[in-house]
């Protein structure tokens, strides 16, 4: 039997896998993150809400067990869900007071789907109101800290789920990304994600749904088998959302030439915006260490991301969308209830139609862009962020001497919304200041098996695989 506080830095796979062989109870399990949870989360903030049936599912699943009865692959496996996937009978407020209370009657798919598999609902985790910033604060809620140094972001828009996972408080998790949410909190808190082919997992009981051509609902964790695992039950039509009818086709992986090997290419820039030394040189570190498993790896360009800067096309796409909903939400509400980031959307101005219809069309450039990229290369290697893990509540970057918006965070992240690419976030690196530094593995279209292969060869590669963020002090 294992002592509790050896139990909550195991990943998912290897907490089912000890569960199902009677090493170890779900209740245990389950005892063992509330534990950490009331250790840590005074000082992070990543946990907004307790799932108050957890212990009495984890005695059922430990009766599952004792009594012989078929398992599912994560039986027993506490799991934590951002506060923008609707939970049924535990509070989804959204990170608005507009929502405070707010109590779901049924689960979004991706919560029913872990379920399914045995899982185990935690607790719900912080995030930025409405789901919409680079940074998790609300006023309902308040500001969660970074587990590596509390004076720092974990991130947004899922930074409650990374903060949560990385500091033990949860093995795996949900998250939903728009143009960084799932990737960027993975790269600053040091743990793995993935954003799927778009459409992929369903979004239904997910809000803000507009514009879903952009959302993405995707698993968070510590390991790329278990993301690998949460994906493989996230995946599939539900029947409600219609952008999941795809869901499951087989991308073509190397284009029928599965003799010859990988071929990945690497790029920073340029179309990301500047990068911060430190984090260009674990991109190239990563790259290099790929060669040494039999992959083919250059450095490569892809010239649409220099003719479009991604960011500003999804910007002016996204807004003139995004709006309406917004407005919905807090028609009839006191100011006093809108936090900044609900203002800053409905005071930005709307796109003129004829520069609406020329984002459109960038897009489809920067679409074909990746497009005639993947008909050489199988993978490209990236960085996630241009930085690591940054301070608190600032609004301007200063990356190599240059001075850019925050938002210039989201540089290599949020071409794969535009084009809806699969993308995984892999630690591989810390700062001179020992902050964590992913990387981003990108594949084709549907074609999520060999991003899996790229990270998990990478994954035992990595200098940092298995380094944990201290107890806060």
């Known amino acids: 039997m294992k002592m509790q506080n050896e139990l909550f830095f195991n990943d998912a796979t290897a907490l089912a896998e000890l569960i199902r062989n009677g090493d170890v109870s779900p209740v245990e399990v389950v005892n063992a993150h509330l534990d950490r949870i009331e250790q840590t989360n005074p000082q992070i903030n990543a946990i907004v809400t307790l799932a108050g049936d957890a212990l009495k599912a984890a005695k059922l699943a430990e009766q599952a067990v004792r009594a012989g009865q078929p398992l599912g692959p994560l039986h027993g496996v506490p799991f934590t869900v951002k506060d923008s996937i609707d939970t049924a009978g535990v509070m989804t407020q959204r990170g608005s007071p507009i929502f405070k209370h707010r109590l779901p009657a049924q689960d979004a798919t991706s919560v029913a789907r872990l379920k399914q598999a045995g899982a185990i609902l935690l607790a719900k985790t912080n995030l930025p109101e409405f789901s919409y910033w680079i940074e998790s604060d609300n006023l309902l809620s308040g500001r969660t800290n970074n587990p590596w140094d509390l004076s720092r972001t974990p991130g947004g828009s899922s930074g409650g789920e990374s903060a949560a996972i990385a500091a033990g408080m949860s093995p795996l998790g949900l998250g939903t990304d728009l143009a960084i949410s799932v990737r960027g909190p993975a790269s600053q808190t040091g743990i793995t994600s993935i ?32 993301i690998a695992l949460a994906f493989s039950l996230l995946t599939g039509p539900d029947g409600q959302d219609a952008f999941s009818s795809l869901a499951g086709q087989k991308g073509p992986g190397r284009t029928g030439q599965n003799d010859r090997p990988l071929r990945i290419g690497w ?4 179309g990301f915006g500047p990068v911060d030394a430190d984090v260009a040189a674990v991109v190239k570190a990563a ?14 360009s892809i010239p649409a991301l220099e ?11 996204h807004v003139m969308e995004m709006k309406p909903a917004f407005a919905a939400a807090v028609a009839g509400r006191d100011q006093s209830e809108i936090y900044k980031m609900a203002r800053t959307m409905l ?14 069309q960038a897009a489809e450039r920067i679409r074909d862009g990746y497009a005639d990229y993947f008909s050489r290369y199988d993978a490209l290697i990236t960085q996630v962020l241009p930085i690591p893990a940054h301070k608190h509540d600032i609004g301007q ?21 535009v084009t809806g690419l699969p993308g995984i976030a892999l630690p591989f690196g810390r700062s001179r200041e020992g902050l964590p530094i992913n ?20 994954e035992m590669l990595s ?5 944990h963020p201290g107890l806060p002090g």
Do not use: C
């Open 439 to 458: 990387i981003q593995i990108t594949g084709r279209w549907h074609d999520e098996a060999t991003i899996f292969d790229v990270a998990t060869r990478l």
């Open 267 to 270: 790029m920073t820039g340029p």
């Open 287 to 300: 790259a290099s260490a790929l060669e040494q498993t039999g992959v083919q790896v250059e450095p490569v």
């Open 307 to 317: 003719r479009d800067f991604a960011l500003e096309v999804f910007n002016r796409l």
């Open 195 to 226: 954003k799927a082919t778009h459409g992929s997992i369903p979004m239904t009981g997910i809000w803000p749904r507009a514009p879903r051509r952009f959302w993405h609902v995707g698993p968070m964790a510590r390991s790329v088998r278990d």
């Open 397 to 417: 970057l200063v990356i190599e001497g240059q001075t850019v918006d925050a938002t210039w965070l989201q540089g290599a992240t949020v071409p794969l919304n």
């Open 347 to 360: 005071s930005l101005p709307d796109t003129p139609l004829h520069d609406y219809i020329e984002a459109e």
């Open 463 to 467: 200098p940092v695989k298995g380094l």
